[in-house]
């Protein structure tokens, strides 16, 4: 590979790579039967499970084996290329395994290789740049066999912001080709998208896509002041995001707190890539640095080009933005 290709070129073009491996490991343990299910807070006290469904972290605790081997070779596969990127994995520090060779990934993708890197990053630094992956967005939904709703996420951050990623979905028309390669939806903004075709959202009606399985009064009253014609209850934020980027849906709406920032920062980067927005509810971008902490706290809103972001949000409710507060 040329010396010459930026940075973030190469973190993209081995993350897509990266992404399509982490998948077919999940996929393989699925296929295997051992999921290895444990819920992640149920070794702390009762009390301890209250608080943390309270603050909204009780949405990510299911794991399984699938979660911690797809970390592994992502975390592996990156910081081996990368030594000095920061990598954040939603499931922490995992011991070091030993892990088999072929899980480490050490090629990229080409078209990206090849691509002109956006001015502003010709020169992005190792030191500037943060990835935060989650190796099994829709944990619940892939042990209850909505296998589509499986994505895998690798999101780039430079200076705080996210501005690209892979959303790899691994059983991508499952119900056809369940041994298919998947699809791969990137991006970088000021580059484009690639492994897809955005698709355009329907004229006549206006179409939300929101959470499938954690709906409780705010979030309702978030939907229900937005008027949709139609809501499209999926699991996972990466998948959401694909309902977006494929033109099923206009806008993605989640007054809550459940998602975290590895959750958010792969869907962000590509959306914004296709000219989409993905903010808080209060409009304003999460902060992706090393530093930053882990919640989205002030809930999920995204639009799709050619959809006034500011004109959605201010149909919110007082109350609803009040309960959000910074
Ligand atoms: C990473 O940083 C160290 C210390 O600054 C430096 O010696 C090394 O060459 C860097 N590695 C890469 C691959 O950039
Ligand atoms: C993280 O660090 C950056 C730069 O040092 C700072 O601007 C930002 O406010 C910090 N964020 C948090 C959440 O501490």
Known sequence: ?????????????????????????????????????????????????????LIGASKNDVQTEADRSA????????????????????????????????????????????????????DTKPEDIVVWVD????????TEGLLDHVTVLIGIAVGGKSVGGVIHQPYYDYHTNRNGPGKTYWGLVGLGVGGFTPGKAPSDKFIITTSRSHRDEMVNRALNALNPDEIISVGGAGHKVVVLLEGRAHAYVYASRGCKKWDTCAPEGVLEAAGGLLTDIHGKHYDYSKNASFPDAQGIFATVQGVNHKDLISKLPEEVHKAFPY
């Open 135 to 142: 190796p099994l967005d829709g944990t619940s939904e892939y």
């Open 1 to 53: 590979m040329a010396q010459s290709v930026p940075l973030i070129l190469k973190v993209l073009a081995s993350s897509i790579k990266t992404a399509a491996r982490a998948g077919k490991i999940v996929k393989d343990v699925m296929d295997k039967g051992e999921l290895g299910i444990v819920h992640k807070n149920t070794t702390l006290p009762t009390f301890m499970n209250y608080f943390f469904r």
């Open 71 to 122: 970390q592994r070779c992502i975390i592996t596969s990156l910081s081996r290329q990368f030594p000095n990127i920061t990598i954040i994995g939603e499931e922490g520090t995992l011991d070091e395994a030993e892990i088999p060779s072929d899980w480490i990934v050490t090629d990229f993708d080409e078209c990206v290789l090849k691509s002109t890197c956006p001015p502003k990053f010709i």
